[in-house]
């Protein structure tokens, strides 16, 4: 999909310094890789303590 979209010019340069990634399209690619990887975490961090699970975590140790 063909987006354009105004970025703070400092931010841009920084994550192209820090990433070591060659384009800015790689960076903002990678940079919304980020951000989905996050909120999938924030999700089932939210899911703590709410979920039963019944199983012998030492047996399925050994059957590794």
Request: aromatic share 2%.
């Amino acid at each position: 999909m063909e987006t354009s979209i105004t970025v703070n010019d400092q931010l841009l340069k920084t994550a192209l310094q820090l990433s070591g990634k060659k384009t800015k399209k790689e960076v903002v690619e990678e940079a919304l890789k980020l951000l989905i990887q996050m909120m999938n975490q924030e999700t089932l961090r939210s899911l703590r303590g709410k979920l039963k699970w019944e199983g012998d975590l030492d047996q399925m140790r050994l059957d590794a």
